[in-house]
């Protein structure tokens, strides 16, 4: 998704400057043929589709989106793999609920490495869901990787670990409190005041661990790649359950 000004609009061509051109085709790895969405944070989404060309890429409108289901903000849910088939359930109910990526992960409690054919079923799921749900956008499965790993490439600027226990702020104060109006969702809010450099988007990354909780060390690495622990209340949910919670928060801070 990018933020665009609306005077960059003229003929269904959306002229993209050369900070947008980076973003899509460097940060998000878009390429000729690729579609996104283009919003002028006042409500207005259009679906357009990139062409490469040697000036550089150009972006056609091909239509204007009537209804948005997608969240105002993009959520990434870094999640351990719980055992069995418990990753479905979590893939496609995320996707119902609005998120952008999952991130499946190994934890220090599961060191179940997923075939490629769990992979591609997981994205085949959260495609059969985003239809279903009628999104406009098919959450990305990234490949698996270690809770290190996941932590340490995480691009996001916001980012929590949900743990089970202890004393910690509640994710719905988090988010609250990064509630800035102009990301509400189309309620005349004033366009987009974010540089493009960033798709002009608060991005958010949740993680949730496996049956087993976090260990402590988990915890503390994630910390120190500036993720910040939360609670989701008082009561343990299970793996499966708390993205759920997670990711409905989200919704109902962003999109009322
Ligand atoms: N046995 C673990 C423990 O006692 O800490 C519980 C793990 S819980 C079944 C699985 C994951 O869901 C946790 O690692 C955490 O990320 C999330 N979770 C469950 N309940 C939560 C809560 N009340 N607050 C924050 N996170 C929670």
């Not at 997608?70 to 893939?91: S, Y």
Request: with cysteine; glycine share 8%; charged share 25%.
């Amino acid at each position: 998704r990018l933020a665009v000004n609306p005077a960059q609009i003229c003929d269904r061509k959306i002229d993209l400057t050369r900070e947008q051109q980076h973003y899509l085709n460097r940060v998000l790895r878009l390429q000729g043929g690729d579609r996104f969405i283009a919003m002028d944070g006042r409500g207005h989404w259009w679906l357009a589709v990139l062409e490469a060309h040697e000036t550089g890429l150009i972006a056609s409108i091909t239509e204007e989106i009537a209804v948005n289901r997608e969240l105002p903000v993009e959520v990434t849910l870094m999640a351990a793999l719980p055992k069995g088939n418990g990753f479905d359930e979590v893939v496609r109910q995320a996707t119902e609920l609005g998120v952008g990526s999952i991130v499946p992960v190994t934890s220090d409690r599961t060191l179940l490495k997923p075939s490629d054919q769990k992979v591609e079923r997981w994205r085949r799921i959260a495609a059969e869901a985003a239809e279903q749900s009628e999104r406009q956008i098919v959450p990305t499965i990234l490949e698996p990787v270690s809770f290190d790993v996941a932590v340490k490439d995480c691009g996001q600027k916001y980012r929590f670990i949900c743990v089970a226990r202890g004393d910690n702020r509640h994710l719905w104060d988090c988010l609250a409190a990064l509630d800035p109006p102009q990301f509400r969702a189309g309620t005349g809010a004033p366009p987009l005041q974010r540089g493009e450099q960033d798709g002009g988007e608060l991005s958010i990354v949740i993680a949730i661990g496996p049956e087993g909780g976090w260990t402590e060390g988990e915890v503390k690495r994630a910390i120190e790649f500036g993720f910040e622990a939360v609670s989701l209340g008082s009561r343990i949910l299970r793996a499966v359950t708390a993205p759920i919670v997670a990711l409905s928060l989200v919704g109902a801070i962003f999109e009322k």
